[in-house]
């Protein structure tokens, strides 16, 4: 866990030397994509997604800048996915707008990554080829071996590369789960068996490396949730991740049982639901489906409702029954609303205002903190501690979680018998260089970071749009108006101030006065030359008002001087 160095730009790559680089999942929850590299080949593996924070306004989405894989895209022989959760595949179709290349994935994976294809418009140009587990897939340098992991989602995989250096172990999201919901376990014996053909790298999931113990089954909250069946006698809305089909299993199976019909709303999760129906990984009789516009039409007792919106989002189905708002779905007093999921951090705020929202509406309200209705799908300590004993790697990186996650994941490996030299703590933006006898953590020269989208995955936002987002949520605007003759540059008449979202004008007349007089007297100290120059003029304004909106009241608005000429 030692520092970092610089790699040198001009170093040969040898044969006996592979790169990997994290565009995303080091440092952070959510867009996890990692590439490896040899001299000739590049394979890549997941491309998630993240939220913006609220801290980013105007911001749908971030994907990983991925301008590294567009610069060797002759390379890139093909991107491979663990699972179908969105901060491992919701940045693919993006990825694939720039990109040509394969795509390799379990059969559920990409059932679920094709509806944003096709959302995209890329699903008819896609490369899309189904795997199991067990598979191996050649693709130059890399053979790539798909082993079955269980994780809160069917279909989830860990790849072992044999590469040119030795063997790679990436685990995706896992746990260990003794009583999975579809009955298939971890294959442990597979994991034992590279362990046993020596693993030269493991790079594994740490998103609950500070939690305790096991992670307990997916089915240790079906009591719970029978119980809450037991005593509702009103309607029943269950709220979870649209991925979390196990999760999902459950709520139906619970629900046959209770006699109650089954509701779905949110695109996703109708979606979802769909896709995981047609390839069997749902089993869900026909009988007890109805549409969710026809659920008014049942005595409350009679139904249940899947609903999307378990972290808050502003348009998901909950949050618009929350505020009364869903076109055919009401929340009524007596109701009860279970939210099945973790909150991520930094979803508090939103999770908390729609939960009061459902308070007020009457509704009995079940989540995380009160009640056993969520499991994780990551492994806690133990689970990572398992995994590194059956690896038993030479060399050891954690991923997937914030710094804290990655550095108490690294306690546990050197815990196990991994010597602290051979443990190593990457972020985005680094470079890792692995050979047969060495693990090295670099600075990388070069564009890294994310990429903000606005809307569509085509409109991407610069830092700067960023930056004057915040700062107009924070201080405002002025727009001082200068109308200057065009003969000389002479103010032809008093300057005007519009503002919106610092001052209101009506009582602040005497700051505004002075801004004016301001504005005129940085005119008149232009030479002629220099007025005959519009952007001068604006920069010279900008500065002096800035400079003096900082002094009166400590706050910086964003100045945008309009200039006329007559």
């Keep these: 866990m030692d520092g970092k160095a610089v790699l040198d730009n001009g170093q040969n790559r040898a044969e006996t030397e592979l790169l990997i680089i994290p565009l995303g999942g080091l440092g952070e929850f959510g867009l996890n994509m990692m590439v490896y590299e040899t001299a000739d080949d590049i394979i890549v593996i997941d491309t998630g997604f993240m939220l913006p924070n609220s801290d980013m306004p105007g911001v749908d989405l971030i994907f990983p800048d991925i301008h590294y894989l567009v610069e060797r895209e002759d390379k890139v022989r093909g991107i491979l996915l663990t699972h179908g959760h969105e901060d491992h595949i919701g940045a693919l179709a993006y990825v694939l707008q720039q990109l040509d290349v394969p795509v390799y994935g379990?059969?559920?994976?990409?059932?679920?990554?094709s509806g944003r294809l096709r959302e995209y418009g890329v699903f008819g140009?896609?490369?899309?080829?189904?795997?199991?587990?067990?598979?191996?897939?050649?693709?130059?340098?890399?053979?790539?071996?798909?082993?079955?992991v269980t994780h809160s989602i069917p279909d989830s995989v860990a790849i072992a590369l044999r590469t040119p250096v030795g063997v790679i172990v990436h685990t995706g999201d896992f746990k260990f789960d003794a009583t999975p919901v579809d009955g298939k376990l971890t294959d442990i014996q597979a994991l034992a068996r590279l362990g046993a053909e020596g693993v030269l790298l493991l790079l594994s999931d740490s998103t609950n490396a500070s939690w305790t113990g096991q992670t307990p089954s997916e089915r240790s909250i079906y009591d719970a949730i029978d119980n809450i069946f037991q005593k509702t006698e009103q309607k029943l809305f269950l709220c979870t991740f649209s991925s979390s089909l196990h999760r999902i299993q459950q709520f139906v199976d619970v629900a046959v049982?209770?006699?109650?019909?089954?509701?779905?709303?949110?695109?996703?999760?109708?979606?979802?639901?769909?896709?995981?129906?047609?390839?069997?990984?749902?089993?869900?009789?026909?009988?007890?489906?109805?549409?969710?516009?026809?659920?008014?039409?049942?005595?409350?007792?009679?139904?249940?409702?899947?609903?999307?919106?378990?972290?808050?989002?502003?348009?998901?189905?909950?949050?618009?029954?929350?505020?009364?708002?869903?076109p055919f779905l009401?929340?009524?007093?007596?109701?009860?609303?279970?939210?099945?999921?973790?909150?991520?951090?930094?979803?508090?705020?939103?999770?908390?205002?729609?939960?009061?929202?459902?308070?007020?509406?009457?509704?009995k309200i079940f989540h995380e903190r009160n009640a056993n209705v969520h499991v994780s799908g990551h492994g806690a300590d133990e689970d990572l501690k398992l995994m590194l004993n059956l690896l038993q790697p030479k060399f050891f990186i954690p991923i997937h979680g914030e710094y804290q996650n990655l550095m108490?994941?690294?306690?546990?490996?050197?815990?196990?018998?991994?010597?602290?030299?051979?443990?190593?703590?990457?972020?985005?933006?680094?470079?890792?260089?692995?050979?047969?006898?060495?693990?090295?953590?670099?600075?990388?020269?070069?564009?890294?970071?994310?990429?903000?989208?606005?809307?569509?995955?085509?409109?991407?936002?610069?830092?700067?749009?960023?930056?004057?987002?915040?700062?107009?949520?924070?201080?405002?605007?002025?727009?001082?108006?200068?109308?200057?003759?065009?003969?000389?540059?002479?103010?032809a008449a008093e300057p005007e101030i519009v503002s919106r979202g610092f001052v209101y004008m009506n009582k602040a007349e005497e700051l505004m006065a002075e801004a004016k007089e301001i504005t005129c007297r940085v005119i008149e100290n232009l030479s002629e030359e220099q007025k005959r120059e519009t952007e001068i003029v604006q920069d010279e304004i900008r500065g002096a008002l800035r400079r003096f909106f900082a002094k009166q009241m400590q706050r910086s608005p964003l100045v945008l001087p309009v200039v006329m000429r007559v």
């Design 106 to 113: 379990t059969q559920l994976t990409l059932a679920i990554a």
């Design 125 to 148: 140009k896609a490369q899309l080829n189904a795997i199991e587990p067990g598979d191996i897939v050649e693709l130059g340098d890399f053979s790539a071996e798909f082993i079955h």
């Design 257 to 326: 049982e209770h006699r109650r019909l089954v509701a779905v709303t949110g695109r996703s999760l109708i979606n979802n639901v769909r896709n995981a129906s047609e390839l069997g990984y749902l089993k869900i009789n026909p009988d007890y489906l109805i549409d969710a516009r026809d659920a008014s039409m049942f005595k409350p007792h009679e139904v249940v409702i899947l609903s999307t919106g378990s972290q808050g989002e502003p348009r998901s189905a909950l949050a618009l029954m929350a505020l009364d708002n869903h």
């Design 330 to 363: 009401k929340v009524e007093p007596n109701d009860t609303v279970v939210i099945s999921a973790r909150i991520i951090p930094g979803n508090e705020k939103s999770i908390g205002n729609v939960v009061n929202h459902l308070l007020r509406r009457g509704a």
């Design 408 to 491: 108490r994941h690294a306690e546990l490996a050197e815990s196990v018998g991994i010597p602290n030299a051979n443990i190593k703590v990457a972020e985005d933006g680094e470079l890792i260089r692995l050979t047969p006898e060495s693990c090295e953590v670099f600075e990388r020269q070069g564009r890294s970071g994310r990429v903000l989208v606005d809307g569509k995955p085509e409109i991407e936002l610069e830092d700067i749009v960023l930056r004057d987002r915040i700062q107009l949520s924070q201080d405002g605007m002025l727009i001082p108006i200068i109308v200057l003759h065009s003969d000389g540059g002479a103010i």
